[in-house]
């Protein structure tokens, strides 16, 4: 198979397949997101293997080069730091360069710290949306929660340790008792999954945390799902020509649903 995608540990080194470990043993080169990082996988395991780097900041120039040598047949191991290749990581480009030319691409699945976070979140797993790393705006948080109080479903996210804290307390003043649980350093020595409501959460980490964070929203409730009504409610006082500002805090003090909340889904 000319290019292996393969997961590999979100932590713990030892959370690797077997059939991943024997890809990276036999292929002619491995793709790396950072080739420090992998060389430190590979030497846990006793693998040598050639690494060429592959990032965000390569990937467009490196799928040019490496597609003739695919088509060629040459046996590629794409890996990014941790996870699968293509989620939040480098590799959905040279994917899907290498299916639109005819190349074959197997997938080799592992670790999944979507998966691993969203079961020790003990929420409800039936029925769940990634979103990938939330976005970094506050505006832009706003209009999420949002679209969230409508959501019945659980809600996946990656967040910067960096950012973490103002990302909670723009959560916590938009959905306050939205179930939340913030799942750190998962697999590793230090792990941790705090769970709550979403005002708990954001004073747990208010002062700020470090590690890998996954946040996971749990279902809104049944008064979260009322605020359409709430949504109409704006919607039909901006008909009748008042301001949008102003029609988000009138209808918020007469309902309690924060008017930031309001007047960003409005727009």
């Known amino acids: ?22 890809e990276l043993g036999e292929a002619e ?26 990032h965000e900041h390569n990937e467009a120039k490196r799928t040019a080069e490496l597609l003739p040598r695919l088509q060629a047949g040459e046996r590629l191991a794409l890996v990014s730091d941790a996870g699968m290749p293509g989620i939040s990581d480098p590799g959905a480009r040279l994917v899907v360069a290498a299916l639109e030319n005819g190349v074959p691409v197997s997938v080799l699945p592992g670790p999944s710290a979507v998966e ?16 990938g790393f939330l976005p970094r705006s506050q505006a832009q948080l706003g209009t999420l929660w949002g679209e969230l109080a409508h959501l019945r479903h659980t809600l996946v996210a990656f967040e910067s340790p960096q950012r973490l804290a103002r990302s909670l307390a723009s959560l916590a003043e938009a959905l306050p008792d939205r179930p939340v649980a913030v799942c750190r350093e998962l697999t590793k020595r230090f792990e941790e999954v705090a769970r709550g409501s979403a005002a708990e959460v954001a004073e747990r980490f208010a002062g700020g945390t470090k590690g890998e964070i ?7 409730t049944e008064v ?4 359409e009504s709430a949504l ?10 008042t301001p949008r500002r102003a029609a988000a805090e009138v209808v918020s003090r007469l309902t309690g649903v924060p008017k930031n909340q309001l007047y960003d889904a409005s727009l």
């Open 214 to 220: 996954t946040l996971i929203l749990g279902p809104g």
């Open 232 to 241: 109409e409610a704006v919607a039909e006082l901006l008909a009748a020509g």
């Open 29 to 54: 080169v491995v793709l790396c997101e950072d080739t420090r990082h992998t060389r430190v996988l590979l030497e846990r395991h006793g693998i040598q293997a050639r690494l060429l780097s592959y």
């Open 116 to 131: 691993t976070a969203l079961v020790a979140s003990g929420f409800d797993a039936a029925r769940y949306q990634f979103i």
């Open 1 to 22: 198979m000319p290019l292996a995608v393969c997961a590999t540990p979100i932590g713990n080194l030892e959370d690797i397949t077997l059939r991943v470990l024997r």
């Open 224 to 227: 979260e799902a009322g605020n």
